[in-house]
């Protein structure tokens, strides 16, 4: 079981980006998967998620109205279309999925893409 999170990259404040949460050995459908970003030295922090289920969405205030989260299911990837950045969401991205509901916890998400970085700056 593999996730891997990839679409970082450097962006001027105000540009966009969109992250994708690719995985081998499991089907995405089937799990709730979460977006968390750590800036430097800071803790890892919840940004989004979306249900396995309903497929309902879930942001963090800081990134409402700016991020969107989305599956492809023929793709079996999960999206984090990231709009309107602001130097605030520089951080390493990265995506995890679990079985059941969606969570905020770090701790209860079972599988762990390895992190990308998005840097915003002019």
């Known amino acids: 079981v593999q996730l891997q999170a990839y679409g970082g990259g450097f962006v001027q404040p105000g540009g966009s980006l969109r992250l994708s949460c690719a995985a081998s050995g499991l089907t995405l459908d089937y799990y709730a998967i979460g977006w968390f970003r750590q800036a430097p030295g800071k803790e890892r922090e919840w940004v989004s998620s979306i249900s396995s289920s309903s497929g309902r969405t879930y942001l963090t205030d800081s990134v409402r109205g700016r991020f969107t989260i989305s599956r492809d299911k023929a793709k079996n990837t999960v999206y984090l279309q990231m709009n309107s950045l602001k130097s605030e969401d520089t951080a390493v991205y990265y995506c995890?999925?679990?079985?059941?509901?969606?969570?905020?916890?770090?701790?209860?998400?079972?599988?762990w893409g390895q992190g990308t970085l998005v840097t915003v700056s002019s």
């Open positions: 995890a999925a679990r079985v059941g509901r969606v969570t905020t916890l770090l701790r209860e998400y079972d599988y």
